[in-house]
């Protein structure tokens, strides 16, 4: 018999009842025993560590003794899957940064890889380890096929490791429709089977699928310096702020048209869980549009890693109306019936006045979209270059739900270059009024110099929240707050964990202000 003894009145779960069979598998015992001084559970394997009957007593001594000689036949993969059943409390933010650093460290040692290429390796190993895992708990196979046991038991018949984990994935491919058909891994076999041991330990199926995400969202950090960080990954304190800001709520539409790795996007499914319930994060309402292919691949195995929410995320240019996803055209024709509740996103800011949209470009995409019914971009009428902010606000404010009624438009939450507000360059006093003719302003939070010099800017960036008006709406006061610390070190190469007091107090000041101004009610 295998023991397990809880404090005084610590209530007895699944989770304990789950671990329990685990250990059984261990010490390869029959019995399992789950106390906490008022409850009794004594529980049987019936199938390895996956099914256990009840029983209503503990054993006699002479019952046990009749069947010594009759000993459980626990598999390899139940061994396996019982020390990760385990380890379930161990997976912290440590373990988590240690597994990120790992991976990448060997992928790069061993291959070379650029960054993306390493992210988008790991990724689908990850993925293939997480269905292998889902699968054996849901039955649907006897065995692990992903772990050092089985690769060990592989390699000593001579079983061509490549063709084997090529047929896994493209079984795995299949299913879930993010990869291109007849895509491969392309790690060579030692590669895999370091990976599969840095990770077999750990039972990434059976944890929240927030902890997955942050193993991912590590992985990327790890993989991601300089500028191609700054480029494709917004810090997560950043995010967290903006969309408690904006406050979605579960009866909602979600948009990000410049998605990245998907940060915004998955952040409000956990706001969503997290205020709401779990059940309320639905992600079919949910939509995510990014221009860059390997970006665009790195936000879909993201958004899969959560709540399958990868269905709505698509590749193309938001700005283009030839590529534009029909739900952003929809959104953009007729606003008052298919304009999103809530846009929240980290547009490109455009490094040091680089990167301008060509002035043909918008024009033709101007064109585009008139044909198309929308009055996009007006920015660009008779200008000459643009920056990406100017016009990417423009689409963002036009996107958004038109409302019948006072105070019922829908809300955006963008992280800008605050001299949008105030520069007399070309384009950005014609978005101001853009803006003023659209949107109601609600809150302006500057953040410190520096914060997204891993863009190539340098620029004083802030946070815009808005909401669509009502053409009988007049501007009122403006919450306006400025951080000086933002969760991590702003300027640095990477995102080194800092105080995030600031942004606590922002949050704290701003549900007082909103709940004054009827911006949100109470129970929100």
Same mark, same amino acid.
């Given at each position: 018999?295998?023991v397990?003894l809880? /404090?005084?009145?610590?209530?007895l779960?699944?989770r304990?009842?789950?671990?329990?069979?685990?250990?059984?598998a261990?010490?390869?015992?029959?019995?399992g025993?789950?106390?906490?001084d008022?409850?009794?559970?004594?529980?049987?394997?019936?199938?390895? %560590?996956?099914?256990?009957?009840?029983?209503?007593?503990?054993?006699?001594?002479?019952? !046990?003794?009749?069947?010594?000689?009759?000993?459980?036949a626990?598999t390899?993969?139940?061994?396996?899957?019982?020390?990760?059943?385990?380890?379930?409390?161990e997976?912290?933010?440590k373990?988590?940064?240690?597994?990120?650093?790992?991976?990448n460290?060997?992928i790069?040692?061993r291959?070379?890889?650029?960054?993306?290429?390493?992210?988008?390796?790991?990724?689908?190993?990850?993925?293939?380890?997480?269905q292998?895992?889902?699968?054996?708990?849901d039955?649907?196979?006897?065995e692990?096929?992903?772990?050092?046991?089985?690769?060990? @038991?592989?390699?000593? /018949?001579?079983?061509n490791?490549?063709a084997?984990?090529?047929? !896994?994935?493209?079984?795995?491919?299949?299913?879930?429709?993010?990869f291109?058909p007849?895509?491969e891994?392309?790690?060579?076999?030692? %590669?895999?089977e370091?990976?599969?041991?840095v990770?077999?330990v750990h039972?990434l199926?059976?944890?929240?699928m927030?902890?997955?995400?942050?193993?991912?969202?590590?992985f990327?950090?790890q993989?991601?310096?300089?500028?191609?960080?700054?480029?494709y990954?917004?810090?997560?304190?950043?995010?967290n702020?903006?969309?408690?800001?904006?406050?979605?709520?579960?009866?909602?539409?979600?948009l990000?048209?410049?998605?990245?790795?998907?940060?915004?996007?998955?952040?409000?499914?956990?706001?969503?869980?997290?205020?709401?319930?779990?059940?309320?994060?639905?992600?079919?309402?949910?939509?995510?549009?990014e221009?860059? *292919?390997?970006?665009?691949?790195?936000?879909?195995?993201? @958004?899969? !890693?959560?709540?399958?929410?990868?269905?709505?995320?698509?590749?193309?240019?938001?700005?283009?109306?030839?590529?534009?996803?029909?739900?952003?055209?929809?959104?953009?024709?007729?606003?008052e019936k298919?304009?999103?509740?809530?846009?929240?996103?980290?547009?490109?800011?455009?490094?040091?006045?680089k990167?301008?949209?060509?002035f043909?470009?918008?024009n033709?995409?101007?064109?585009?979209?008139?044909?198309?019914?929308?009055?996009?971009?007006?920015?660009?009428?008779?200008?000459?270059?643009?920056?990406?902010?100017? %016009?990417?606000?423009?689409?963002?404010?036009?996107?958004?739900?038109?409302p019948?009624?006072?105070?019922?438009?829908?809300r955006l939450?963008?992280?800008?270059?605050f001299?949008?507000?105030?520069n007399?360059?070309?384009?950005?006093?014609?978005?101001r009024r853009?803006?003023?003719?659209?949107?109601?302003?609600?809150?302006?939070?500057?953040l410190?110099?520096?914060?997204?010099?891993?863009?190539?800017?340098?620029?004083?960036p802030?946070?815009?929240?808005?909401?669509?008006?009502h *053409?009988s709406e007049?501007?009122?006061?403006?919450?306006?707050?400025?951080?000086?610390?933002?969760?991590?070190?702003?300027?640095a190469?990477?995102?080194?964990?800092?105080?995030d007091?600031?942004? /606590?107090?922002?949050?704290?000041y701003?549900?007082?202000?909103?709940l004054?101004?009827?911006?949100?009610?109470?129970?929100?």
């Open positions: 018999m295998v397990d809880k /404090r005084h009145g610590i209530p779960t699944y304990h009842e789950e671990k329990l069979a685990g250990y059984c261990l010490f390869n015992s029959k019995y025993i789950l106390a906490n008022i409850e009794l559970v004594v529980l049987t394997p019936t199938k390895g %560590v996956l099914d256990w009957d009840f029983l209503d007593r503990i054993p006699t001594k002479a019952e !046990l003794q009749a069947e010594l000689k009759v000993r459980p626990y390899p993969s139940d061994k396996t899957f019982a020390i990760r059943l385990a380890s379930l409390e997976l912290d933010e373990t988590i940064e240690k597994i990120a650093t790992d991976c460290n060997l790069r040692r291959r070379g890889m650029w960054s993306k290429k390493r992210q988008y390796e790991f990724s689908k190993l990850l993925l293939l380890r997480i292998d895992e889902r699968d054996f708990i039955r649907k196979k006897d692990l096929e992903l772990t050092s046991e089985k690769i060990k @038991s592989l390699k000593g /018949r001579n079983v490791l490549q084997y984990f090529n047929s !896994l994935f493209q079984s795995l491919s299949s299913n879930i429709g993010i291109p007849n895509e891994l392309e790690l060579d076999d030692g %590669v895999i370091e990976r599969v041991g990770l077999d039972a199926w059976l944890k929240k927030e902890m997955l995400g942050q193993i991912y969202e590590r990327l950090m993989t991601m310096t300089g500028r191609e960080l700054g480029e990954f917004t810090p997560r304190s950043l995010v702020l903006t969309i408690h800001l904006v406050g979605p709520s579960p009866d909602q539409t979600i990000d048209p410049a998605c990245g790795t998907g940060g915004f996007l998955i952040y409000s499914l956990y706001h969503l869980e997290n205020r709401y319930g779990e059940e309320k994060g639905d992600p079919l309402r949910i939509y995510g549009i221009i860059d *292919e390997d970006t665009h691949k790195l936000a879909k195995i993201n @958004s899969w !890693l959560h709540n399958d929410s990868h269905n709505n995320i698509i590749r193309a240019d938001s700005l283009d109306p030839n590529q534009a996803p029909p739900f952003l055209q929809k959104a953009l024709r007729n606003p298919d304009g999103f509740d809530s846009i929240l996103t980290n547009p490109p800011f455009g490094a040091m006045g990167n301008k949209i060509p043909e470009d918008v033709k995409f101007t064109e585009g979209w008139n044909k198309l019914g929308s009055d996009l971009f007006e920015c660009g009428i008779n200008r000459k270059d643009l920056i990406p902010q100017a %016009v990417f606000l423009e689409l963002c404010i036009k996107a958004l739900k038109k019948e009624d006072r105070g019922e438009g829908g939450g963008t992280i800008i270059d001299g949008i507000f105030s007399i360059r070309n384009e950005e006093p014609v978005i853009i803006l003023r003719r659209n949107a109601i302003i609600e809150a302006v939070i500057g410190p110099k520096g914060s997204f010099k891993m863009y190539g800017s340098n620029v004083i802030c946070i815009l929240v808005l909401r669509r008006k *053409e007049e501007q009122g006061p403006v919450f306006r707050a400025e951080i000086q610390k933002i969760g991590y070190v702003s300027g190469n990477r995102f080194r964990p800092d105080s007091e600031d942004i /606590r107090s922002v949050m704290e701003w549900d007082k202000w909103a004054r101004r009827g911006i949100r009610d109470a129970s929100s």
